[in-house]
């Protein structure tokens, strides 16, 4: 079946970096298109960034120029690099791929920037 497993989170200092990584299992990776969401306490699950089986890019306008999204499909996994973090970056941050109309999930990762 269909297994996302986010890593990296952790505890910040603004101005900092993370880097996030998404291994996937159960899907044909090359062929998948994969994104990253987040989710503030309180407010509703927002996208952060996609990248498609060609590698074309596309993010939320809120972290365009500080972070980037990348793959590796030898290794089957999605990277969020994540640059110049600000304390409204705090969130649970998910993997997602859509499959034949269905959208799979992680379980998610917490990143947490103090200022």
């Known amino acids: 079946q269909v297994q996302l497993v986010e890593s990296g989170g952790g505890l910040v200092q603004a101005g900092g970096s993370l880097r996030l990584s998404c291994a996937a299992s159960g899907i044909i990776f090359g062929f998948s298109a994969m994104g990253w969401y987040r989710q503030a306490p309180g407010k509703q699950r927002e996208l952060v960034a996609t990248i498609s089986r060609f590698g074309i890019r596309d993010y939320a306008g809120s972290v365009k120029d500080r972070f980037t999204i990348s793959r590796d499909n030898a290794k089957k996994t999605v990277y969020l690099q994540m640059n110049s973090l600000k304390p409204e970056d705090t969130a649970v941050y998910y993997c997602?791929?859509?499959?034949?109309?269905?959208?799979?999930w992680g379980q998610g990762t917490l990143v947490t920037v103090s200022s």
């Open positions: 997602n791929t859509p499959q034949a109309g269905n959208d799979y």
